[in-house]
């Protein structure tokens, strides 16, 4: 009797306390997330190229944010990486485009201090990935490198994004193929 009294008890104690297993799971991220000093890069993706694939040699716009947390602004200096030639960024407040793949330029794109530079989304600026070594699809990823003048330099890898709307799909396979005569027959 004093086992079934107490074994409420026993039970309710499993959830008990103030951070429970699903307190501190994450909510499901696009993109790949990073962090360098005090700097958080966060939703980095290259978006679903129509086809399906990135073709080599092709380009691909870069998608993503950096959120800087601080009271001091930072900048973005360079981005660069193996998987691909150069960067170009057209930068709405600049008056030209900025070519600055293999570090020979400098990018100067101010990540505000308290505030978020957000790239390839609404007024900021658009990075693309020019001149892709290798076709690359959907669950394929470039690795690439973000210099910060005071945070320093992270390498992250980049995921081509899923497409977000229904796709068309081709005739569905049938893997029972067609039976014969005679299994149909019973013989």
Excluded: W
């Amino acid at each position: 009797m004093g086992v079934l009294l107490l074994s409420p008890i026993a039970l309710g104690a499993c959830s008990a306390g103030q951070v429970a297993q699903t307190a501190t799971q994450d909510r499901d991220k696009i993109g790949a997330l990073a962090n360098v000093g005090d700097l958080a890069l966060r939703a980095l993706e290259l978006p679903y190229p129509t086809g399906g694939v990135y073709p080599s040699g092709g380009d691909a716009r870069l998608l993503g944010a950096v959120a800087n947390p601080t009271p001091t602004e930072d900048t973005l200096v360079s981005i660069e990486g193996e998987d691909f030639e150069d960067v170009e960024v057209v930068d709405p407040s600049a008056a030209d485009a900025v070519a600055a793949g293999g570090g020979s330029g400098s990018l100067d794109l101010a990540v505000p201090a308290g505030g978020t530079l957000y790239m390839g989304n609404g007024d900021g600026p658009s990075v693309t990935l020019v001149g892709l070594a290798e076709e690359i699809g959907v669950g394929q990823y470039v690795d690439v490198t973000f210099t910060f003048e005071e945070a320093g330099e992270i390498t992250v890898a980049v995921p081509v994004g899923y497409a977000t709307r229904d796709l068309p799909r081709g005739e569905p396979f049938d893997f029972h193929g067609p039976e014969d005569e005679e299994d149909q027959a019973g013989g």
